[in-house]
């Protein structure tokens, strides 16, 4: 069993959060301990029928590296990694390399989540310790203004490379655009974050750019896709889903104008909305439901139709926002059935910034656009690890094949 260190007693002035906490991490450590221990057993029984050059078996155990504290969101947590021996030695021994705890491990992910957090949040360098203390425990080790200053820097340069980079013989069948508003203060309010996201043909969602523009101009949206294809990605997307921003659909169709547009959905619904009553909006709201749900195109058009009728005379606005739009709005439906929950909406992106937008109104302090870029591209590249790929993505090779759906179903099962 890995070794413990004792959780050193705060005397009288401990409150029962404070004992909750330390019997919380005195748990942490001890199933980390245990789960340690399981990795290495895993290990040897690997090796178990191995032997040296005098029949011994040739990998042990060897005792334990020295003690390390790792920083995780309930505090700090002290483990020690167990250490195995090849008694064969040569010049390339078997080693045992822990993946629970990789060598120099210091921070959780959560860690490094809650960083980016703070910065957007208006906390200076200089006050993250003081920050992260209730956190994280008294004077917050490790974390110190000069680490974090240092993380700073490794995460910009993180950032310009994957700005950067090739794409090459990248595709992507689906995209979803939009441009995000946070609430931090950065160098000009006109300014706004335009965020790309997109479905390879594995059905995997990758973040393809994050960038600062201005408000979602047609000429900001044209210079991140200007650079998207001049750093390789030549293949349309098949369907861009976005909101009804004028200046991403003018810039898209200049640089893909094979794509098809697909207006979002909850977007639409809230700009329909906007131009009726309150009283009338529940109703309208349903009613706009059965549009986007229908099961077929022919049914689509016939309640926008039929939306159109009611409200037509009274609110001929909210009218012509929904359907100056009809083609758009129904361009899912000559797309796999499997496929329209991701495709109707935009919600691939809003999810993902739901936790990236600032729930405050003012900062402390106003971020440079390079600090407000990087911190927001840590968190979304956090966030990519826990996005799911979309159902159905096996269908994703027929649609880039060109094969024909009508109503979500493939053209010739169709028939």
Not at 39 to 58: C, M, P, T, V
């Amino acid at each position: 069993m890995g070794k413990i260190s004792q959780m050193e007693p705060r005397g009288p002035a401990e409150t029962p959060g404070d004992m909750l906490t330390a019997i919380i991490r005195t748990g942490a450590q001890q199933i980390l301990a245990e789960a340690l221990e399981v990795e290495i057993s895993e290990f040897l029984e690997g090796y178990k029928e191995l032997r040296d050059a005098e029949g011994r078996q040739r990998i042990v155990r060897n005792g334990h590296l020295p003690s390390r504290e790792i920083q995780t969101g309930i505090g700090s947590v002290i483990a020690q990694v167990p250490r195995a021996r090849d008694r064969d030695g040569g010049p390339e021994p078997i080693r045992f390399h822990s993946k629970i705890l990789p060598p120099y491990l210091r921070r959780t992910k959560s860690i490094e989540e809650l960083l980016p957090w703070l910065y957007l949040k208006g906390i200076s360098t200089g006050d993250f310790q003081e920050a992260l203390a209730s956190l994280l425990g008294e004077d917050a080790p490790g974390l110190s203004a000069t680490t974090i200053s240092r993380l700073k820097k490794s995460w910009e340069a993180d950032y310009d490379e994957w700005r950067r980079r090739d794409l090459s013989g990248q595709e992507y069948v689906y995209i979803w655009a939009d441009g995000v508003y946070c609430q931090a203060r950065m160098e000009d309010q006109k300014q706004c974050l335009l965020v790309l996201m997109g479905s390879t043909g594995a059905g995997k969602k990758e973040l393809i750019a994050v960038l600062d523009g201005y408000r979602e101009s047609e000429q900001s949206w044209l210079e991140l896709l200007v650079d998207l294809k001049r750093r390789g990605l030549q293949v349309a997307p098949k369907l861009a889903v976005g909101d009804g921003a004028l200046g991403f659909w003018k810039a898209l169709r200049k640089v893909y104008p094979q794509t098809r547009p697909q207006r979002c959905w909850v977007h639409k619904t809230a700009n329909v909305l906007n131009k009726l009553p309150k009283g009338l909006q529940a109703k309208a709201k349903d009613a706009l439901h059965e549009i986007w749900m229908a099961e077929s195109r022919k049914e689509a058009e016939k309640a926008m139709s039929a939306f159109a009728e009611i409200h037509g005379a009274k609110y001929p606005k909210a009218v012509d926002c929904l359907t100056k739009d009809r083609e758009e709005l129904l361009a899912f439906y000559d797309f796999p059935a499997e496929h329209w929950k991701h495709l109707r909406t935009s919600n691939p992106i809003e999810s993902t910034f739901a936790t990236v937008r600032l729930r405050t109104a003012k900062t402390r302090g106003c971020l440079s656009r390079t600090t407000a870029l990087t911190m927001v591209y840590q968190l979304c590249r956090s966030a990519q690890k826990r996005w799911r790929k979309l159902d159905g993505y096996e269908l994703l090779a027929k649609v880039i094949d060109g094969v024909k759906f009508v109503d979500g179903v493939e053209e010739e099962a169709a028939a």
